[in-house]
C-alpha cells in the first residue's frame, strides 16, 4: 500500500524517526555531511519494507527449489516453463509495491548533492519510481529482452505474450524466448553499469551501504574497495553483513526510519513534502 499522506503527517513522522533512532541517524548525517561525494549502495533489504519479499536466505525457497537455482540462465535454457512461473509470480508481487521512505529519502538526498546515484543490486525498479537515477548492476524487471536478435520490450508486454503462449512463455518477434531484463545466475554483469559504478566507487570519500548483507561478489567488492583504501564505510541493515568489522559506521535498524531520519537531518523535517513517486 502506498505511503501518500500529508504533509502534517510527513512533518510528525520525520520527527519520530529521529526521536527513534537519533544517534545512530546522528552518525550517519555527519558521515554525509562530512563529505563532499558519498556513494550509495543497496540491496534487497531495503525493498521489503515496500512488501517485497527477499528470496535469499534460509526461507529463500519456492516451491521447493531455491532462488539460485530457479534464476539461473540454466534454468532459463532448460526449464522455461518453470523460470517463467516463478518470475510471474515476482512480477505479481511487485505490481502494486510503490517506493517507501528509504527509496525516498535516498533520492531527495541525491537531488541535494549529497549522495551519489544509487548503486543498486535490486531489479525492481523502485528506486527509479522514487525519483533516483540509479545504477541497476543487476538489471530491471521493468524490461524484457531477446537474446538471440537482441529486441527489448516492456516487461508488460513481456506478459501479454506470455498470457497469449499455451506454455506461457513469452517469445519475440523472431520466435525465441523472451528473458526478464535481469543479470541471472551464470551471466555477467552489465559492462555500461559495471562502468558507472566503478566510476562512483573510484571517486568517492565515503560510501553508505542499505540493506544488504554483502554476501554478493562482485557488487560486494566496491564496499570493500572503499573500506581498505581507508574511506569511511556506513552499513545500515538489520542483521550482519560480510564486511561489519569494516564499518566505521553500522546501524541494525530498520532502513526506513533511519534514512528518512538522515533526510529530515540534512534536508529539513518537509523533505517528503514534494517527492511524489513516478513509476
Same mark, same amino acid.
Request: glycine share 8%.
Given at each position: ?10 512533518? *510528525?513522522?520525520?520527527?519520530?524517526? $529521529? +526521536? ?6 546522528? %552518525? $550517519? ?5 562530512? &563529505? ?19 528470496? /535469499?536466505? !534460509?526461507?529463500?525457497?519456492? /516451491? ?16 522455461? @516453463? ?11 508481487? +511487485? *505490481?502494486?509495491?510503490?517506493? =517507501? *521512505? ?15 546515484? @544509487? ?23 521493468? /524490461? ?6 537482441? +529486441? ?21 518477434? &523472431? ?7 535481469? @543479470? ?9 553499469? @559495471? ?7 573510484? !571517486? &568517492? ?9 554483502? %554476501?554478493?561478489?562482485?557488487? =560486494? ?11 569511511? #564505510? %556506513?552499513?545500515? =541493515? ?6 561489519? *568489522? ?11 526510519? $533511519? #534514512? ?6 540534512? +534536508? ?12
Amino acid at each position: 500500500m502506498p505511503e501518500e499522506h500529508g504533509s502534517g503527517n510527513r512533518a *510528525r513522522d520525520a520527527a519520530a524517526d $529521529v +526521536l527513534a533512532h537519533p544517534r545512530e541517524i546522528e %552518525a $550517519v548525517a555527519q558521515l554525509v555531511a562530512g &563529505c563532499d561525494s558519498v556513494a550509495v549502495l543497496t540491496g534487497a533489504g531495503i525493498s521489503t519494507e515496500s512488501g517485497l519479499p527477499d528470496y /535469499r536466505g !534460509t526461507s529463500g525457497m519456492w /516451491r521447493n527449489r531455491r532462488f539460485e537455482e530457479l534464476a539461473s540462465i540454466r534454468a532459463f535454457t532448460e526449464e522455461p @516453463v518453470a523460470f517463467w512461473e516463478f518470475y510471474r509470480m515476482r512480477l505479481a508481487h +511487485l *505490481r502494486d509495491a510503490t517506493p =517507501n *521512505r528509504g527509496h525516498r529519502a535516498l533520492a531527495a538526498l541525491e537531488r541535494a548533492g549529497h549522495t551519489q546515484p @544509487v548503486i543498486t543490486q535490486n531489479v525492481d525498479g523502485l528506486h527509479s519510481a522514487a525519483g533516483s537515477d540509479p545504477v541497476e548492476v543487476h538489471g530491471s524487471l521493468t /524490461r524484457a529482452e531477446c537474446l538471440a536478435c537482441g +529486441l527489448v520490450f516492456s516487461i508488460e508486454e513481456a506478459e501479454r505474450r506470455s498470457a497469449g503462449s499455451p506454455e506461457q512463455v513469452p517469445e519475440c518477434d &523472431c520466435g525465441a524466448p523472451l528473458k526478464p531484463g535481469v @543479470v541471472l545466475f551464470g551471466e555477467l554483469l552489465p559492462a555500461d553499469a @559495471v562502468r558507472r559504478a566503478s566510476a562512483i566507487v573510484d !571517486t &568517492c570519500q565515503a560510501m553508505l551501504v542499505c540493506g544488504s548483507t554483502l %554476501a554478493v561478489s562482485p557488487v =560486494n567488492g566496491l564496499a570493500a574497495q572503499v573500506a581498505m583504501s581507508e574511506r569511511p #564505510l %556506513a552499513i545500515v =541493515n538489520m542483521g550482519a553483513t560480510e564486511l561489519d *568489522r569494516l564499518a566505521e559506521v553500522r546501524v541494525a535498524a530498520a532502513l526506513g526510519p $533511519v #534514512l528518512a531520519g538522515v533526510a529530515a537531518s540534512l +534536508l529539513g523535517a518537509d523533505w517528503d513534502h514534494h517527492d511524489t513517486p513516478r513509476r
